[in-house]
């Protein structure tokens, strides 16, 4: 190959063409991309969060899917003043702007009531001491049940008509009924015991008494 024929291709209009047309067709491919993410993105595309508050989870998840957006159950949680089901908080939050198509995190409250475990004081702690750690823990207390025993001193909790056992578990809020000590001296009962007592030494006595007479 000559020195001439290696420039040739200088005269060649097909390569001039092929030059210029790589710019041209990296640019196309470019804007082609950036329009692709674009819509791939949404890119521009802001719908407001709409209000879903305390609304039932099929209704706010209605309500979120006409405005182009998505959910998703991420939390539960218990509030014993609001309907079961409903949606308590989401995340993003009501009137902020997202993009279409963004998914929008629920927390709802629980359909079932959560079951925590009864504080430890029957025979172990005053009136007092016992009503206070029961509201701590959320429970509600009904008219105490009185007991012979010890003033003010709680010998069992009720739920329902029921005793409960140490530690058992108790649905979050429930009504208790304390039962505590009246104070009170029986003398009917101590009365009714000597009593009971003097007869069986009687008949003791007597049935020793026939056992000697027949005896002789």
Known sequence: ???????????????????????????????????????????????????????????????????????????????????????????????????????????????????????DVADNSSLREAEARLLAAGFKLMPNDTVPGDKDWVYGVKFEGRVLGLKEKVPQGAFLTIVVGDGLVSTEVFRDTLATDSVSESQEVKESGAADESWF
């Open 1 to 119: 190959m000559t020195l001439k024929e290696f420039f040739s291709f200088r005269t060649n209009r097909f390569f001039w063409l092929n030059i210029l047309a790589m710019p041209v067709v990296l640019i196309l491919l470019v804007f082609a991309t950036l329009r692709w993410l674009d819509s791939y993105t949404h890119h521009g595309e802001a719908v407001v969060v709409p209000d879903v508050k305390h609304k039932p989870l099929s209704e706010a998840q209605k309500i979120l899917s006409a405005q182009g957006l998505q959910s998703v159950v991420a939390d539960s949680t218990y509030v014993k003043t609001l309907p079961p089901g409903c949606v308590l908080e989401y995340n993003p939050s009501m009137n902020q702007k997202v993009k279409l198509g963004r998914t929008i995190y629920l927390t709802v409250n629980t359909t079932n009531v959560p079951l925590v475990d009864l504080p």
